[in-house]
């Protein structure tokens, strides 16, 4: 079968984009990310302040740990514009960071953001994509779906995200939707304030985990997503992309530790 090849498969011309936690770090990268590539971007965030100053074609509020306030302000978006044609579902938020900071109240609302939330804000949209037969989302998951860094109820919530994915994948393949996973690695953003301020130099201690020797950016996390969204990854569903630095590639500190310490 031959097939044209399109002159810039990476571009995303003239289709609308959805972003959740679109005034987050990573939020803005994609939010230019998107708009470079020629999208139309809708954010949304559950304040609209966060999203002043983006260049944003309109925009969206609600918490996401509230599953029905997101079902219906998703719902409502529906039932007032054209089905997007890519949801990026970013939005996240973590504070327990280990089982001694963990109890129901946080483990509750940690997956209610995380998992329930983003079923909330997606479902609506993968129905409506499943009727029109097109749609892409790509979920914002984490390395601490894929081994465990911490923050147990974040880390069970973004690993099931990428269980949500590939069902995704499975189920509505046929109606024309695909759906990806990115996990980055650490990204010194707003989500790493509160750890920095417990511990100014956390970095540091951070980065010989990492074999590139320093943390991913935001720019290289939106960059993986708009590949995900756009029509070179159009024969790609149910992928899990690490965007990590390689911390997920094997464990470094045990190479220089204990096979050739110092
Ligand atoms: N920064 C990292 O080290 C890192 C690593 C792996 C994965 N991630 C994931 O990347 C995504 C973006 O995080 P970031 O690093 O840009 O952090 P950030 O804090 O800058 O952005 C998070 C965004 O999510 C929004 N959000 C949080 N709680 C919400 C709620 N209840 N309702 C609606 N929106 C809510 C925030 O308002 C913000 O816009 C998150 O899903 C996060 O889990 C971050």
Not at 21 to 39: P, R, S, T
Not at 250 to 255: K, P
């Amino acid at each position: 079968m031959t097939q044209d090849l399109s002159p810039d498969p990476f571009r995303l011309d003239g289709q609308t984009v959805l972003i959740t936690g679109a005034g987050g770090a990573i939020g803005q990268a994609l939010v230019k990310a998107f708009v470079a590539a020629g999208a139309r971007v809708i954010g949304a965030d559950r304040d609209a302040n966060q999203m002043a100053g983006l260049p944003l074609a309109d925009t969206l509020v609600f918490d996401q740990g509230d599953t029905g306030a997101t079902r219906a302000a998703a719902a409502d978006y529906l039932a007032r514009h054209h089905v997007p044609d890519v949801v990026i579902a970013n939005a996240g938020f973590t504070r327990a960071e280990h089982f001694g900071e963990l109890d129901t109240t946080s483990w509750d609302r940690e997956v209610a953001i995380n998992l329930s939330g983003v079923y909330a804000a997606t479902d609506p949209f993968i129905a409506a994509m499943a009727k029109r037969g097109q749609g892409s989302l790509v979920f914002i998951s984490s390395v601490n779906g894929l081994m465990h860094f911490g923050n147990p109820a974040y880390s069970a919530a973004k690993a099931g995200l990428i269980a949500y994915a590939k069902a995704i994948a499975v189920e509505r393949g046929r109606d024309g939707v695909r759906a990806n996973v990115v996990c980055p690695g650490s990204v010194r953003t707003p989500a790493w304030d509160h750890r920095l301020a417990a511990n100014p130099n956390v970095l540091d201690v951070v980065l010989p985990h990492y074999p590139l020797g320093r943390l991913v950016t935001p720019v290289e996390v939106a960059n993986a997503v708009r590949y995900l969204a756009s029509p070179a990854a159009a024969g790609v569903t149910g992928a899990v992309l690490a965007v990590d630095a390689g911390l997920t590639a094997g464990n470094l500190r045990f190479v220089d530790e204990v096979l050739r310490p110092t």
